[in-house]
């Protein structure tokens, strides 16, 4: 797996204008790229297997989203989804990349995804959406603080829990050891006030009602075993908000397909750059 890099980033959302985004890449930068969006609980680590299959043919990045890992954290706590667009906006500039032949968003990097494709549209050619996440801006009030307040009391990386249990949550029951160890570790790139951050922008947007605003192609993979982001409240809502976008089934998996099923993962990502 490639080494950790880091790149100045100039951004509005950063303090004073400037910040650091860590991040991952292979591959020779003159090959189309492809950027990677990790979920709320894992890191650039998580696409261990699109940098192994990809990287010949493609400059594969994946980023540390902001307040994860090292990369600076967006200042404040109430962040918006469009503060992670500015911050991705700002490190394809820092790295020269114009555009992206896809770029790829997994639970919580789906919903980021969707933000930034409707706001810059010129920079991405597709977009691929696995294990997506609806989000929650739809829900409003009393309902809303409770379950904000509800998700953001168990966000805290100290709080001790058995990483079997959370592997268990988030892969398929024959997942093999390898791929269930590496799932493992990918918390370890979590900080809690980047995790909080990254909660309460869930709660700042609903992505079945901006999909339709997104004009490049569309793909949306679903694991059938999913416990997180079931296919009827998260994929089946996205696909009919958007019916045009390409469905994906991923047969006896779960929420981690870029590990479950590397080899369909990458060839999904293979044919939504080549329509780019």
């Avoid at 820092?94 to 930034?116: E, H, I, K, T, Y």
């Avoid at 990918?186 to 009602?209: C, E, K």
């Avoid at 416990?227 to 009827?232: E, H, M």
């Avoid at 929420?255 to 329509?275: C, D, G, T, W, Y």
Wanted: hydrophobic residues 45%.
């Amino acid at each position: 797996m490639p080494a950790l890099a880091r790149a100045d980033v100039v951004s509005s959302v950063f303090s004073g204008q400037r910040g650091q985004m860590e991040y991952r890449s292979a591959g020779n930068p003159s090959n189309p790229a492809v950027l990677m969006l990790h979920g709320l609980g894992s890191s650039s680590a998580g696409y261990r297997a699109q940098f192994a299959g990809l990287s010949r043919d493609f400059h594969v990045i994946a980023w540390n989203a902001p307040g994860f890992g090292r990369s600076s954290p967006i200042p404040g706590q109430d962040a918006d989804i469009d503060g992670y667009t500015n911050a991705l906006e700002g490190l394809l500039r820092a790295l020269g990349v114009r555009r992206l032949a896809a770029l790829v968003g997994s639970s919580w990097g789906s919903v980021v995804a969707l933000a930034f494709a409707r706001r810059y549209p010129s920079l991405i050619g597709s977009l691929v959406l696995s294990a997506p996440n609806a989000a929650r801006g739809h829900i409003t009030g009393e309902a809303r603080d409770a379950e904000l307040n509800a998700w953001l009391r168990m966000a805290d990386v100290d709080i001790l829990v058995s990483r079997a249990a959370i592997a268990n949550r988030l892969v398929a029951p024959h997942t093999p050891a390898q791929v269930r160890q590496h799932v493992e570790c990918l918390r370890d790139g979590m900080t809690t006030d980047g995790w909080r951050q990254a909660i309460r922008s869930l709660f700042t947007v609903y992505t079945p009602d901006i999909i339709a605003a997104v004009k490049s192609p569309i793909a949306i993979l679903s694991g059938t075993l999913d416990q997180v982001a079931p296919y009827r409240d998260h994929a089946g809502r996205l696909l009919a908000a958007a019916p045009s976008a390409m469905a994906h089934s991923f047969e006896d998996c779960g929420h981690i397909l870029k590990l479950e099923a590397p080899s369909k993962f990458n060839a999904v990502v293979r044919e939504m750059a080549a329509q780019a």
